[in-house]
T-cell receptor
Framework: GNSVTQMEGPVTLSEEAFLTINCTYTATGYPSLFWYVQYPGEGLQLLLK?????DKGSNKGFEATYRKETTSFHLEKGSVQVSDSAVYFCALSALYNFNKFYFGSGTKLNVKP | GAVVSQHPSWVICKSGTSVKIECRSLDFQATTMFWYRQFPKQSLMLMATSNEGSKATYEQGVEKDKFLINHASLTLSTLTVTSAHPEDSSFYIC??????????????FGPGTRLLVL
C-alpha cells in the first residue's frame, strides 16, 4: 500500500540554522512527492514537489530530492527564519489516482530568534 | 492565490446531535472537493471525494450514513456529521480542486474545523 512516514516534531531551531525534516514513503509504482506547509490558522499550501526519481523540488529556499533508491524525500533549508515556523507535511499521490493524497503526520518547526 | 474557507473553525456539540461543516472556494469554481480527517499527531486521512452535482465517493471504512456530503454548487461542499459521538471528535479539513484541472498541485486547502463532541 501507500504510506508516508516523517520525523516527529516539534523541531526547534535557532534562526539561520540548517533544517532537515526526514520523509520516507512506501508506494506502488512511482508516485509524485510533495511537501506542504501549514502556517497557524491557514490551510495547507504546496511548498514544492517532484514527480520522478532524482527530481529536485525547490521553493523559498527549501529543497527536497526524490530518492527512489532510499524511498525518501527529505526537506532541507540552509538557513531558516522565524517566519518559517509552521507545520510541514510530506505527501505522495497515487500513481493511478493523482487526486488522492497520502500524508505524513506533519512536523512542527519552531524557529527562535 | 485561491482561497478555501471553512465554517465553523471550531464547534462543540452534545453527543447525538448533528453538525454541519461548510467548505467554500472563494474565488474559483471547484467541481471536486475533498474531505480529510486528522487525529492528533497523525496523518490527514482522505474521507471522501465530493463532486458537484453527483454523489460523493467515500474511502473504504468511512460510513456514508454517518458523514453526509453534499456538493450542491461549484463553490460549496458540506459535511454533516450525523448523530455525533465523542469518537467523531477530530480535525476536519477540506480541499478544493480548481475546475477543469486534474493536476494535484492545484488542490487548495481550507484551514480546518475542529469538532469536539461531549
Amino acid at each position: 500500500g501507500n504510506s508516508v512516514t516523517q520525523m516527529e516534531g516539534p523541531v526547534t531551531l535557532s534562526e539561520e540554522a540548517f533544517l532537515t525534516i526526514n520523509c520516507t514513503y512506501t508506494a506502488t509504482g512511482y508516485p509524485s512527492l510533495f511537501w506542504y506547509v501549514q502556517y497557524p490558522g491557514e490551510g495547507l499550501q504546496l511548498l514544492l514537489k517532484a514527480t520522478k526519481a532524482d527530481d529536485k523540488g525547490s521553493n523559498k529556499g527549501f529543497e527536497a530530492t526524490y530518492r527512489k533508491e532510499t524511498t525518501s524525500f527529505h526537506l532541507e533549508k540552509g538557513s531558516v527564519q522565524v517566519s518559517d515556523s509552521a507545520v510541514y507535511f510530506c505527501a505522495l499521490s497515487a500513481l493511478y489516482n493523482f487526486n488522492k493524497f497520502y500524508f505524513g503526520s506533519g512536523t512542527k518547526l519552531n524557529v527562535k530568534p | 492565490g485561491a482561497v478555501v474557507s471553512q465554517h465553523p473553525s471550531w464547534v462543540i456539540c452534545k453527543s447525538g446531535t448533528s453538525v454541519k461543516i461548510e467548505c467554500r472556494s472563494l474565488d474559483f469554481q471547484a467541481t471536486t472537493m475533498f474531505w480529510y480527517r486528522q487525529f492528533p499527531k497523525q496523518s490527514l486521512m482522505l474521507m471522501a471525494t465530493s463532486n458537484e452535482g453527483s454523489k460523493a465517493t467515500y474511502e473504504q471504512g468511512v460510513e456514508k450514513d454517518k458523514f453526509l456530503i453534499n456538493h450542491a454548487s461549484l463553490t460549496l461542499s458540506t459535511l454533516t456529521v450525523t448523530s455525533a459521538h465523542p469518537e467523531d471528535s477530530s480535525f476536519y479539513i477540506c480541499s478544493a480542486l480548481e475546475g477543469g484541472s486534474s493536476a494535484l498541485e492545484t488542490q487548495y486547502f481550507g484551514p480546518g474545523t475542529r469538532l469536539l463532541v461531549l
